[in-house]
């Protein structure tokens, strides 16, 4: 699943240490197998992998467009957003992880339907989220 090669070892880790503390919610006999069980705890790990790796390029991005909207200008109004910018930053910070994203995405004006793609959602549910 594209999973770089650095991410790929604790991805696996994770995928076991899943397995082993879950064992005991398999169902034996029922359709599916035990190896389609795995897999799917493997998927939503590389999957969680990826949402991660985006989201910290955004939240880098992000801090960059606030680092370059919070720099003092000149003109009657420089400077005047400093304040708010901390606090807002302070505020989402009290925002579970995955609000936070949505709101520095949608800050970056990234499209909804790019939000829902990576959230494994459609562009309608993120609209609502958000």
């Not at 029922?30 to 790796?53: E, G, M, V, Y």
Request: glycine share 6%; aromatic share 8%.
């Amino acid at each position: 699943m594209n999973i770089p090669e650095g991410d790929a070892e604790d991805v696996a880790i994770d995928v076991f240490m899943k397995v082993h503390g879950n064992i005991g919610t398999f169902r034996h006999g029922d359709p599916a197998k035990l190896t389609t069980w795995i897999f799917q705890i493997a998927k939503n790990q590389a999957t969680d992998c990826h949402r991660s790796s985006k989201a910290e390029a955004v939240q880098e991005a992000f801090d960059d467009h606030v680092a370059r909207h919070s720099q003092p200008r000149e003109g009657a109004y420089a400077g005047r957003n400093t304040e708010l910018l901390k606090w807002l930053n302070k505020e989402l910070a009290k925002l579970p992880e995955q609000d936070q994203s949505l709101l520095k995405w949608r800050a970056l004006e990234i499209p909804y339907a790019q939000i829902g793609e990576w959230l494994g959602i459609s562009e309608g549910a993120a609209r609502k989220r958000t």
